[in-house]
């Protein structure tokens, strides 16, 4: 059975897309020097997040041309409009251009496609560690790398330790802070970018609690890779699913990703 309004095929289309973006990335990236000008909301962009941004909602428009695209990078869709998309692709060229700024490697691709409030399938594509993340919901979810395509659900860990938190290497904001105070005793591991998600689809960390700020573009991608593999997003306030294209703006509420093993 295929997700409504997304064909399993695109999948793959767009696991593609994700590397070939993940080239122009990286033909940036290893240049001597790039520039980096200031968005409007004060958050850094650079010639490869465009570059990115221009191979994906090209292949894409030729992929699925009655099929709307949200980029990070795009110039807004008002509201009035937006509203009444069924679906649509939600993309970040480059999650994490912090850490690509800082050469660590922690930055990713993220291509997603939301049908109603539901990011239904994504990829993450990490260009330094050659590792790409795919999954739709009902179809299950995959990890490639160095030419090896495993299942995520298979990496699930029996791990029963103290909680391995994963957080982000630039936010750390006081209500993690104050989260990590209450649930006592545990290992925090630290990545940038949405890989933050994948360590939890791989079964190499248990939560991710996001207590500050992201956008949907941030989130969407490796969500679908979580819950495809059997894992949880919950917003923080509610214990509901985190969702998309509900509001005007496209700011996350405060959120907990779980991976597929912690119940």
Excluded at 44 to 73: C, G, M, N, W, Y
Excluded at 119 to 146: I, M, N, R, T
Excluded at 197 to 203: D, I, N, R, T
Aim: glycine share 6%; proline share 4%.
């Amino acid at each position: 059975m295929s997700t409504p309004h997304f064909k399993f095929e695109w999948l793959a289309i767009a696991a593609d897309i994700a590397v070939e973006a993940g080239d122009a990335i990286m033909s940036i990236y290893a240049s001597d020097e790039f520039a980096i000008n200031t968005k409007d909301d004060a958050s850094p962009v650079t010639a490869a997040d465009l570059a990115s941004h221009e191979v994906i909602v090209k292949r894409l428009k030729q992929l699925t041309p009655e099929i709307p695209i949200l980029s990070e990078e795009s110039v807004e869709t008002d509201w009035s409009e937006r509203r009444h998309w069924s679906s649509y692709w939600l993309i970040d060229p480059l999650d994490g251009t912090k850490e690509f700024i800082k050469r660590n490697g922690e930055f990713t691709v993220n291509i997603a496609f939301i049908v109603e409030d539901k990011a239904v399938a994504g990829v993450v594509y990490a260009p330094v560690l050659d590792k790409c993340f795919y999954g739709a919901l009902e179809q299950g979810a995959w990890v490639e790398h160095s030419g090896r395509k495993q299942t995520l659900s298979n990496l699930s860990s029996d791990y029963v330790g103290a909680p391995r938190i994963v957080g982000s290497r630039s936010h750390i904001s006081p209500g993690l802070e104050a989260y990590l105070q209450q649930i006592g005793e545990h290992q925090m591991k630290s990545v940038g970018s949405s890989l933050k998600f994948c360590l939890l689809a791989e079964g190499e960390a248990d939560i991710y609690p996001r207590l500050g700020l992201t956008s949907e573009w941030d989130t969407a991608a490796a969500q679908a890779v979580l819950e495809s593999a059997g894992g949880k997003v919950l917003q923080f306030e509610t214990g509901k699913r985190l969702d998309y294209n509900q509001k005007e703006d496209i700011l996350n509420p405060y959120f907990i990703a779980y991976a597929p093993h912690w119940r």
